[in-house]
């Protein structure tokens, strides 16, 4: 009977040892869980962080990737923020090289605060929304475009591209521009090489939501989308246009 004792006695002994020796590995394997991931987490904080300030910082500094290429594939040469009030801010990049002198003129009427005061008076949802007729005349200036025999603009009316307006003389255009809300065949057919195009709103995640609020809310419209109601036009505080470099 004591021999019998002994023997179960060392089996008890055995799996006790077992247990705790198991007991001990799994606490070991959860501690390195934990610290792995105590690890892993920040990394991925810290990375993400600098991924959004590289952006930030490349944006505002007016980096625009290899040769100076856009969001689009255009090259840049100049920014510009429209802000409108109870909406918010549509930032857009400018392309200089397809429409030179559209361009030098946007710039030119922003510097000299034309464009303050003004606003959105044409709004056809899906299509676009149209605005920019400031305080006084502004001077005509040549259509860009390939209809009017310049060649040189290939940009499209996609979403977001901007691009001046003009009436049935296609050397009207002077301070009226457009931007474009949805991408769509009958866009481009009605656009394309028609209309000077020269710039493009960026995806940072704010411009198109600004866009998307002008040309979705609720208003009282007469002909052809024009904004009966002098109070419902989403009224433009200023536009700032910036040379690419330019503080």
Not at 111 to 132: K, L, S, T, V
Not at 198 to 209: K, L, N, T
Request: include cysteine.
């Amino acid at each position: 009977m004591a021999k019998k004792k002994n023997r179960n006695s060392n089996y008890q002994t055995e799996a006790r040892e077992a247990a705790r020796k198991k007991a001990e590995a799994e606490e070991l394997a959860a501690r390195r869980k934990k610290r792995n991931r105590a690890i892993f987490i920040p990394l991925i904080s810290v990375f993400t962080l600098a991924v959004i300030l590289f952006g930030i910082i490349t944006f505002s500094a007016g980096w625009y990737g290899p040769d100076g290429l856009g969001w689009y594939g255009h090259k840049v040469t100049h920014t510009a923020t429209i802000i409108v009030k109870n909406y918010g801010t549509i930032t857009l990049e400018l392309y200089g090289e397809e429409a030179p002198e559209t361009v030098a003129n946007f710039k030119k009427l922003a510097d000299e605060g034309y464009y303050d005061g003004a606003n959105f008076h044409r709004i056809i949802e899906g299509f676009m929304a149209q605005g920019g007729e400031g305080k006084g005349t502004a001077a005509s200036i040549k259509g860009e475009f390939a209809e009017n025999g310049f060649k040189k603009n290939d940009v499209k009316h996609k979403r977001g591209t901007i691009s001046m307006a003009r009436t049935d003389d296609m050397n009207s255009a002077s301070s009226q521009f457009f931007i474009v809300h949805e991408t769509s065949k009958e866009n481009s057919k009605a656009l394309d090489g028609l209309y000077a195009a020269f710039g493009r709103v960026v995806d940072d995640g704010v411009s198109y939501e600004t866009l998307d609020k002008i040309c979705t809310d609720e208003y009282t419209l007469g002909w052809n989308g024009m904004l009966a109601v002098e109070s419902e036009k989403p009224f433009i505080l200023t536009i700032d246009v910036k040379e690419v470099g330019e503080e």
